[in-house]
């Protein structure tokens, strides 16, 4: 080959990467990271809002009232086939009235 030919070859570019770049680099990002954990820590230092209480959670039972106790037999217990009639109710505690109750009403 001749020499003409060798010195139109394009050479690589060279990189201009010195340990001067990299060092500053990671100084830098060192410095950046110190900085936000410093930042970081320095939060806890603030106040803090007090803590609130509890909320307590409280159960409360509905009593219904119970229903009007009325003197009788219970549906259940009746048929229509019997010999004599009953009064309806929801109780045999006590003495039946004068007159029976609709069952639709009990």
């Not at 159960?59 to 009788?72: N, Y």
């Not at 217990?77 to 029976?100: E, I, K, L």
Request: aromatic residues 4%; charged residues 15%.
């Amino acid at each position: 080959m001749s020499q003409a030919v060798l010195d139109n070859i394009p050479t690589a570019p060279t990189r201009d990467r010195s340990l001067a770049v990299v060092g500053v680099f990671l100084l830098v990002s060192l410095g950046l990271h110190v900085g936000g954990f410093w930042a970081l820590g320095e939060g806890d230092a603030r106040s803090r809002p007090a803590p609130r209480r509890p909320v307590e959670m409280v159960m409360v039972e509905v009593v219904k009232p119970p229903p009007p106790l009325i003197v009788g037999m219970t549906m259940s217990s009746t048929t229509s086939a019997g010999s004599f009639a009953a009064p309806v109710g929801n109780t045999a505690y006590g003495r039946t009235g004068p007159t029976a109750k609709d069952p639709k009403d009990v």
